[in-house]
């Protein structure tokens, strides 16, 4: 099965770094360059995981986890922050607000490819046979 991703950052760079690196490993996957568009597309094609920075316009990354995890048709949608701020109290935010995992930049895209497979693949078995 075809796992899809929705990137969400203002940086240009970084969504084609992270959709590059995706592509390769055989994701679909489709970007969005802030928050309120993040909530748009969401909600238009729910992805398996929504990797998101924090500082966006309009609506930044903590308050479009808070709106995802708040409502019912995307509230199990997992999400990945990627972020510049690394401060311990940053971290607690995001996973606070709703984050399954937190990631700073500069990031290795190898271990963002292995925190979203452990993260669909951890979904995959939770609803497969027991």
């Known amino acids: 099965m075809i796992r899809r991703v929705l990137v969400v950052d203002d940086d240009a760079v970084i969504r084609r770094l992270i959709r590059v690196n ?4 055989g994701f679909d996957v ?8 993040c909530l748009d597309a969401v909600r238009a ?17 903590l308050a479009v986890t808070t709106q995802l995890r708040s409502h019912p048709v995307t509230a199990g949608v997992k999400i990945v922050i990627v972020s510049a701020r690394a401060q311990q109290a940053d971290v607690r935010r995001g996973v606070e607000a709703g984050a399954d995992a937190y990631l700073t930049k500069p990031f290795d895209p190898d271990v963002l490819i292995k925190t ?4 669909v693949e951890t979904d995959t078995d939770a ?3 027991a």
């Open 22 to 25: 995706f592509e390769l490993e």
């Open 127 to 129: 609803v497969g046979p």
């Open 45 to 61: 094609a729910p992805p398996d995981v929504v990797i998101l920075d924090v500082a966006m316009p309009q609506l930044d990354g």
């Open 30 to 37: 489709a970007e969005v360059a802030d928050g309120a568009a």
């Open 116 to 119: 979203v497979r452990s993260l």
